[in-house]
């Protein structure tokens, strides 16, 4: 008996239902979110393990963040507002397994190798931002 195999197509529609957590919505401890995020599960295929990761990621076209504007007591905001920041995803580099070497008897072996896992969507500030050194002092900043 063979049993059935999931598709990557379900897959994709199922990542699709998971959660989006919008811009400027709270989080569970009472923060603001300050980028828009979303949860995807990723097939990595039949020759990894584990096959499906959860992924945290940017979600939306909407990649500005840390907003000016100059009155704070707008409903909506302008069209065009200096973005003192930008979202980015932030990835995590996990050492996972894939099978190599098989053999049309089904042998081979399994290897370590380096994925990335994207693991979230984070607001940094522009290096150009006005806003940053208000924050920092300049012997704090590196690579700049």
């Not at 053999?103 to 072996?109: H, K, L, M």
């Amino acid at each position: 008996m063979m049993l059935p195999v999931i598709s990557l197509t379900f897959m994709v529609n199922f990542a699709n239902a998971l959660p989006i957590f919008e811009k400027g919505s709270r989080t569970d401890d009472g923060l603001v979110r300050l980028c828009t995020s979303s949860s995807v599960i990723t097939d990595l295929g039949v020759d990894h393990w584990p096959r499906y990761v959860t992924e945290i990621t940017c979600h939306g076209t909407d990649t500005t963040c840390l907003n000016l504007h100059n009155n704070p007591h707008e409903v909506t905001p302008p069209e065009i507002m200096p973005a003192q920041g930008r979202c980015t995803e932030s990835v995590i580099h996990m050492n996972l397994l894939r099978f190599e070497n098989a053999t049309s008897s089904g042998t081979g072996v399994w290897k370590p190798y380096s994925q990335a896992i994207r693991g979230g969507c984070v607001c940094g500030f522009d290096k150009r931002s006005r806003v940053l050194h208000s924050f920092f002092y300049l012997s704090q900043l590196r690579g700049s």
